[in-house]
């Protein structure tokens, strides 16, 4: 179902309406310094306004009209100036470049083969060299029943990312969300070279 469907269904399990306890982790442990930050598939914004919340100058992008109007809402509520944009990653032109710290949950599990690479490349294009980027994906270890996020295995993302970046840790962990058996991911957490 694409995304604009499974917002005005409401149909959205991976929106938890707060920031994410694996880019909290990390931010806070590495740690990572405010710096210019874009949030890539950002969804309603919840990650963007915490990465801002914590001195960051974060930008947030999404193709979903719908999620960026409630992220949109949500910076209002939160007396924040994050900016958002409705953009697909790929197609358009990213305001602010370059970016010092890249960010996604649950963007790079979407694509396979040559498309990883691809979006790897995207990603090292917007980012400063020696620019950091952190991407959330499903995990393939995981077995389930039912439906879930995407799943990568740990060969596919070090297959599409190592031509660009240097990879500074490759965890298995859970999404932060709601349900009371979180689905499996992979933290990564990548250097541009």
């Known amino acids: 179902?694409?995304?604009?469907?499974?917002?005005?269904?409401?149909?959205?399990?991976?929106?938890?309406?707060?920031?994410?306890?694996?880019?909290?982790?990390?931010?806070?442990?590495?740690?990572?310094?405010?710096?210019?930050?874009?949030?890539?598939?950002?969804?309603?914004?919840?990650?963007?306004?915490?990465?801002?919340?914590?001195?960051?100058?974060?930008?947030?992008?999404?193709?979903?009209?719908?999620?960026?109007?409630?992220?949109?809402?949500?910076?209002?509520?939160?007396?924040?100036?994050?900016?958002f944009y409705e953009l697909d990653f790929f197609g358009n032109h990213l305001p602010g470049l370059p970016y010092d710290f890249a960010f996604d949950r649950g963007c790079l599990h979407h694509f396979r083969d040559g498309k990883l690479v691809q979006f790897a490349e995207k990603v090292a294009e917007i980012l400063k060299n020696g620019g950091l980027w952190l991407t959330l994906t499903g995990n393939v270890d995981e077995t389930r029943k039912g439906p879930?996020?995407?799943?990568?295995?740990?060969?596919?993302?070090?297959?599409?990312?190592?031509?660009?970046f240097e990879i500074l840790s490759l965890i298995a962990n859970r999404f932060d969300t709601d349900q009371e058996i979180p689905p499996k991911n992979w933290v990564c957490l990548m250097r541009k070279k």
């Open 1 to 83: 179902m694409p995304f604009q469907k499974r917002y005005k269904s409401g149909n959205t399990p991976w929106e938890i309406h707060r920031a994410d306890h694996n880019l909290i982790n990390i931010v806070r442990h590495t740690p990572i310094q405010p710096c210019k930050a874009l949030d890539i598939g950002c969804g309603s914004g919840d990650n963007v306004i915490w990465l801002q919340q914590q001195g960051f100058e974060a930008v947030g992008i999404d193709k979903t009209e719908i999620a960026i109007n409630q992220a949109r809402e949500k910076t209002r509520k939160a007396k924040s100036d994050c900016l």
């Open 148 to 164: 879930g996020p995407p799943q990568l295995s740990a060969r596919q993302i070090v297959n599409a990312v190592e031509p660009c």
